[in-house]
């Protein structure tokens, strides 16, 4: 079988750095993708590891650990626009699954 | 504008109907992929059609069908509503067969509401 684990919430303050952390089970791993998207917008991709190691794009930064089952999302000097779920997704029998999802809540 | 074209915007019906709603994917894109998103839930794969072919299926309901047509935009047709169907119902496509890689790009969705 196969799941995801990401945590429900994360607070961060402006400016600062938060780790959006996913952890997941599946066989025949192929990569694991992320997903930002705003209330009641759609999702929008942000990044795609399948290798070992960190992918940075501006701001956002992602790393996969495939001995561990284990990936995250790094964002780095947080804006408020930044508020949004981030989803953890891997690929699984033809078809992306996702994460329950991360709210992230940014304070000034 | 993502370049996936979904319509309507929202849509409310009453419980035991049946309603369409129809997905133009982003130019070049083979694949066509449809998700829901309830209050509260992940986005839960339903269906995907690669050119023109049914290519994986997900937990999707016997009362839901989805379709690609020869100018490879899809249909999702959902009949003999229930309250419970009440959700945003995305449409994503993809150059290739996976998406993993390249990644979907989404449509802004179908807001159903079921009265």
């Known amino acids: 079988g196969q799941s995801l684990e990401q945590p429900s919430e994360v607070t961060a303050v402006e400016g600062a750095i938060v780790q959006i952390n996913c952890t997941y089970q599946?066989?025949?791993?192929?990569?694991l993708s992320w997903y930002q998207q705003h209330d009641g917008g759609a999702p929008t991709f942000l990044s795609y590891?399948?290798?070992?190691g960190l992918e940075e794009t501006g701001r956002f930064s992602s790393f996969l650990s495939r001995s561990d089952s284990y990936g995250y999302l790094l964002l780095q000097e947080l804006q408020m626009k930044d508020s949004a779920s981030y989803f953890c997704?891997?690929?699984?029998?033809?078809?992306?699954?996702f994460g329950k999802g991360t709210r992230l809540h940014i304070l000034p | 504008d993502s370049g996936v074209t979904q319509t309507p915007k929202h849509l409310i019906t009453a419980t035991g109907q049946r309603v369409t709603l129809r997905c133009s994917p982003r130019s070049g894109d083979l694949s066509v992929y449809w998700y829901q998103q309830s209050l509260d839930q992940g986005l839960q794969f339903l269906i995907q059609?690669?050119?023109?072919?049914?290519?994986a299926k997900g937990n999707i309901l016997e009362r839901f069908s989805a379709q690609q047509f020869p100018d490879l935009h899809s249909e999702l047709n959902l009949s003999s509503l229930e309250l419970g169907d009440s959700a945003l119902y995305f449409c994503?496509?993809?150059?290739?067969?996976?998406?993993?890689?390249?990644?979907?790009?989404f449509g802004s969705g179908t807001r159903l509401t079921v009265v």
């Open positions: 059609y690669y050119n023109g072919e049914e290519r």
């Open positions: 994503a496509s993809s150059f290739t067969g996976t998406g993993v890689s390249d990644g979907y790009t």
């Open positions: 590891n399948a290798l070992d």
């Open positions: 599946t066989s025949g791993f192929y990569g």
């Open positions: 997704a891997v690929l699984r029998d033809d078809k992306i699954i």
